[in-house]
C-alpha cells in the first residue's frame, strides 16, 4: 500500500471511519497471515491471533501518533499477540515428535519450513520478520524491543541453524 493512501486511511480510521480501518487490515491481511502462521504454526491459533490483532488495533488506533508507521504498529501488535500464545502453550513437542509420521515427500519450501519450525522462537521470529515480512533490522529491533545489534546477533545465528538442519 502506498504511503500517502496509508495514511489518510490511518486518520479516517481514528475518527471513526470503520470502512477505511477494514481496509487498512485487508491490506496486510497476507503478509500478517503468513508471519503469524511462521510464529504459531497452527491454523486455529493464527485465526485467534489476527481477530485479537484487529480487535486491539481498532481499540487504541486513536493513540497511534504517527500514521506512517501503521504497519509496524499492526505487526507489533501481532508479534505480542503471538508471543502470548506460544506462553499459554508452552509444553511444546520436541522435534522427533513433532515430525513423526510425516510423508516421505520432502522439497526445498517444505524442508525450509519443517527447519524454520524447529526453531526457537528467538531465531524464528526475527527471520520471519526479516525474510517474511519484510522489516528492515531497525524495524525488528524496535518491534522486539531489543537492540539492532541483537536482532543482526538472532538473525546470523538463526540462519546458520537453518543451514545446519537443512543439511541433516
Known sequence: MEKRQQIRLVKKAKQGDTTA???????????????????????HDVADCLQETEIKAWQKISQLRNEASFNTWFFSIML???????????????????????????????????????????????LVLHYYAGFKIQEIAEQLQLSENTVKTRLARGRAKLKLLLRE
Open 21 to 43: 480501518f477494514i481496509e487498512l487490515c485487508e491490506s496486510y491481511q497476507e503478509v500478517i497471515y503468513n508471519s503469524a502462521y511462521k510464529i504459531l504454526l497452527n491454523n
Open 80 to 126: 505480542n499477540l503471538a508471543k502470548d500464545i506460544l506462553k499459554k502453550r508452552e509444553a511444546s513437542v520436541e522435534f522427533e515428535e513433532q515430525f513423526a509420521g510425516t510423508t516421505s515427500y520432502h522439497d526445498d519450501e517444505n524442508d525450509l519450513t519443517q527447519a524454520l519450525n524447529y526453531l526457537s522462537e528467538i531465531y524464528r521470529i526475527p
